[in-house]
Nanobody, 126 residues
């Protein structure tokens, strides 16, 4: 059974930093795409960042580009999201996601991902 477990969320002041971690178990994603999404109250789930293992290619939403960094550890089957210069509008539940598709995928679409973590709350105070 595949499981994705996020950690590292919390409360931080605007301008601060947090590092989210996502540990995968049950299968490896060494050739797949893993990503982070977030969902604020009353809003749809939105793409944040993704990494494609095969080429080490990263993708970011415009709203986080230059502030967030996605990275991964293939040996640990884990993916991370380093968040800097946090803003109140970054407040949301952050979800780790993984796709079983190998090859070209639409990284920003939730439909690409068939494995999801339970989410971790990130709250940024002003």
């Amino acid at each position: 059974q595949v499981q994705l477990v996020e950690s590292g969320g919390g409360l931080v002041q605007a301008g601060g930093s947090l590092r989210l971690s996502c540990a995968a178990s049950g299968r490896t994603f060494s050739r797949n795409t893993m990503g982070w999404f977030r969902q604020a109250p009353g809003k749809e789930r939105e793409f944040v960042a993704a990494i494609t293992w095969s080429g080490g290619i990263t993708h970011y939403a415009d709203s986080v580009k230059g502030r967030f960094t996605i990275s991964g550890n293939n040996a640990k089957n884990a993916v991370y999201l380093e968040m800097n210069s946090l803003k109140p509008e970054d407040t949301a539940v952050y979800y780790c996601a993984a796709s079983s598709i190998i090859g070209l995928v639409v990284v920003f679409s939730p439909r690409t991902y068939n494995y999801w973590g339970q989410g971790t709350q990130v709250t940024v105070s002003s």
